[in-house]
T-cell receptor, first 113, second 111 residues
């Protein structure tokens, strides 16, 4: 069973628009979240992490975490064609001796010029 | 700062052949992960190490896959007898704690 689910599978937004991506963990032990972006032919690169309830903003990217529902979202404002990529949500177990990180199924974002 | 390096970048095999992937993590990162990423899917954890110790290899097909990190730095992932279903990109990531920095991956095609 996939511990981390993402939606939608794919998303198209116009250049300058807002893209919203969603992620939910089904395991309460996995409640530390990251968003990664992967361009074709490259490894995933971390965009941002969020560990506490509420919003976290980094430039055009805002993540929102609701720990009660284990739901995290990523909002990209003023989307650019260079934002077109696969986006992954990743979740980690509570800090412990293990640093296990599991990835979601991904959302493919296309920003249309 | 140098990133995570992997080699080779590409590999093409016939079924039954063996292949090894090599990873050099970021210096000082004690945790190293190997992921398998089928095309257009999310990375799936195979195994991870803290220093030289295997922490979790429960998702590693142990009959054909093996992974080592003998000195707690570089790591090698080996497939003994490749199958068509092993076709994927193999990603290595390292971390000083939570999160991870990924290498570019090795794209494996098994014919």
């Amino acid at each position: 069973q996939q511990k981390v689910q993402q939606s939608p599978e794919s998303l198209s937004v116009p250049e300058g628009g807002m893209a919203s991506l969603n992620c939910t963990s089904s395991d309460r032990n996995f409640q530390y979240f990251w968003w990664y972006r992967q361009h074709s032919g490259e490894g995933p690169k971390a965009l941002m992490s969020i560990f506490s309830d509420g919003d976290k903003k980094e430039g055009r990217f805002t993540a929102h975490l609701n720990k009660a529902s284990l739901h995290v979202s990523l909002h990209i404002r003023d989307s650019q064609p260079s934002d077109s990529a696969l986006y992954f949500c990743a979740a980690s177990e509570l800090p412990s001796n293990t640093n296990k990180v599991v990835f979601g199924t991904g959302t493919r974002l296309q920003v249309l010029p | 700062e140098a990133g995570v390096t992997q080699s080779p970048r590409y590999a093409v095999l016939q079924e039954g052949q063996a292949v090894s992937f090599w990873c050099d993590p970021i210096s000082g990162h004690d945790t190293l992960y190997w992921y398998q990423q089928p095309r257009d899917q999310g990375p799936q954890l195979l195994v991870y190490f803290r220093d030289e110790a295997v922490i979790d290899n429960s998702q590693l097909p142990s009959d054909r896959f093996s992974a080592v990190r003998p000195k707690g730095t570089n790591s090698t992932l080996k497939i003994q007898s490749a199958k068509q279903g092993d076709t994927a990109t193999y990603l290595c990531a390292s971390s000083p704690g939570l999160g991870g920095f990924f290498g570019p991956g090795t794209r494996l095609t098994v014919l």
